[in-house]
T-cell receptor, first 113, second 113 residues
């Protein structure tokens, strides 16, 4: 079936640098996208979301960019900190009121001191 | 703090035993979900519920069953545990009206020996 995939399984960055985590999705009907952060031994935590009628959304130190033309989603983390080390998942909602999210494989972000 | 609780956090059990993984949420969310996740891997939807007395199977076939007798409670049961059931089980809930994605519990790490 349709799936969400990530380009890079592991991303290693220096503390203080900016991080960019990418995600490709395949369902053009998806209308809602979310980034989750999952720390070891915990459940995924909501970071930021974006609807398909937007290109960009900013949060605290995080920005999500959506390019519907190439079905690409990215998460930018500014001034990456050791506490940002985790696995990051993108998820897409196929649309409508079903609110059924499909998750990608995940990218491990490793922040080097 | 997430208002969704899973118990137990860790469970080691022998083959053939019946087990129930508990999940409760205090947010009044109408939708609830169970995901199965192997270490470092993506989340696979195994069951979901859109309200009381409503349950559906997810994208990944599972021998488990669920029930939704009360809005806040969504237990998952394995009638006869097998080593292939060893995994992490994550419960989540969402509010259709809020459109803010899912809130996840901390998960249950199940090991069947």
């Amino acid at each position: 079936g349709e799936s969400v995939g990530l380009h890079l399984p592991t991303l290693s960055v220096q503390e203080g640098d900016n991080s960019i985590i990418n995600c490709a999705y395949s369902n053009s009907a998806s209308d809602y996208f979310i980034w989750y952060k999952q720390e070891s031994g915990k459940g995924p935590q909501f970071i930021i979301d974006i609807r398909s009628n937007m290109d960009k959304r900013q949060g605290q130190r995080v920005t999500v960019l959506l390019n519907k033309t190439v079905k690409h989603l990215s998460l930018q983390i500014a001034a990456t900190q050791p506490g940002d080390s985790a696995v990051y998942f993108c998820a897409e909602n196929y649309g409508g009121a079903t609110n059924k999210l499909i998750f990608g494989t995940g990218t491990l972000l490793a922040v080097q001191p | 703090e997430a208002d969704i609780y899973q118990t137990p956090r860790y469970l080691v059990i022998g083959t053939g035993k019946k087990i129930t993984l508990e999940c409760s949420q205090t947010m009044g969310h109408d939708k609830m979900y169970w995901y199965q996740q192997d270490p470092g891997m993506e989340l696979h939807l195994i069951h979901y519920s859109y309200g009381v007395n409503s349950t559906e199977k997810g994208d990944l076939s599972s021998e488990s069953t669920v029930s939704r007798i009360r809005t806040e409670h969504f237990p998952l049961t394995l009638e006869s545990a097998r080593p292939s059931h060893t995994s992490q089980y994550l419960c989540a809930s969402s509010d259709t009206r809020a459109g803010r994605g899912y809130t996840f519990g901390s998960g249950t790490r199940l090991t069947v020996v």
